[in-house]
Nanobody, 133 residues
Framework: QVQLVESGGGSVQTGGSLRLSCEAS???????????MGWFRQAPGKAREGVAG???????IYADSVKGRFTISQDSAEKMLYLQMNSLTPEDTAMYYC????????????????????????WGQGTQVTVSS
C-alpha cells in the first residue's frame, strides 16, 4: 500500500514562494518505475482540482492556472515529490494534496485528463497553503 505524506505548507504574502514535499513509502519496485504522481488542491467550498503532475517517464503536466509559476519535480532515489510554487496569489490558497497512481500517462493525454482525480487511488492527508494579500 503506497503511503504519501505532504509537508511544506504555510502562510505567505502575495508574490511569495513555497516548496511542498511529498514522501512516498510502501511502494513496490514495479510501482515506482511505472507510475504517475500529482499535486492537487482544494479550496473551501470548491472541488478538488489538479495542479501539476509527473509520470515515471518524466513527463510533466500543469493546469493552466499555474503554468509558469509552479514546477513539479521528483527525486526517484529519495522517493520524493516536490512542488515549487512561485508568484503565489490569494487564489492559490487551498489544501494541497499529493496523489499517486500506477502506470504512466498515455501519449497525447491532455492536462485535464492527466489530472483527473479518478486516476489517482493513493492520497496524502494534505498540507495547507495560505496566501494573504
Amino acid at each position: 500500500q503506497v503511503q504519501l505524506v505532504e509537508s511544506g505548507g504555510g502562510s505567505v504574502q502575495t508574490g511569495g514562494s513555497l516548496r511542498l514535499s511529498c514522501e512516498a513509502s510502501g511502494y513496490t519496485w514495479d510501482f515506482w518505475n511505472n507510475n504517475r504522481m500529482g499535486w492537487f488542491r482544494q479550496a473551501p467550498g470548491k472541488a478538488r482540482e489538479g495542479v501539476a503532475g509527473i509520470d515515471s517517464n518524466r513527463r510533466t503536466i500543469y493546469a493552466d492556472s499555474v503554468k509558469g509559476r509552479f514546477t513539479i519535480s521528483q527525486d526517484s532515489a529519495e522517493k520524493m515529490l516536490y512542488l515549487q510554487m512561485n508568484s503565489l496569489t490569494p487564489e492559490d490558497t487551498a489544501m494541497y494534496y499529493c496523489a499517486a497512481g500506477q502506470g504512466e500517462w498515455a501519449l497525447g493525454i491532455t492536462a485535464i485528463q492527466a489530472l483527473h482525480t479518478g486516476l489517482y487511488p493513493y492520497w496524502g492527508q494534505g498540507t495547507q497553503v495560505t496566501v494573504s494579500s
